[in-house]
């Protein structure tokens, strides 16, 4: 059971990550997850108004749904 669970997780993580794309060179910190800091690095307008709007759960990172969301609402736009 632990296995599978550890394949379960990794195998999300490792979707997360593909969904990022390119964008998971912006994940200074490696957590996965991307701060309004480390967003700006790819969206240099970004503005935190706009970033509160991307963060939708309100957990204060952006994680790929939110980030594929936001692109896919205009909010910002995929250098990739």
Do not use: C, Q, R, W
């Not at 706009?50 to 952006?62: E, H, L, V």
């Not at 692109?71 to 250098?79: K, M, P, Q, R």
């Amino acid at each position: 059971m632990k296995t599978l669970i550890l394949g379960l997780t990794a195998a999300t993580l490792a979707t997360a990550a593909f969904a990022m794309g390119n964008k998971a060179e912006l994940d200074a910190d490696g957590d996965g997850m991307l701060s309004f800091a480390e967003l700006l690095v790819g969206y240099p307008a970004l503005t935190e108004e706009t970033y509160g709007t991307m963060d939708s759960n309100a957990d204060g990172a952006i994680d790929a749904e939110e980030l594929a969301a936001a692109e896919e609402a205009g909010l910002i736009v995929s250098g990739s």
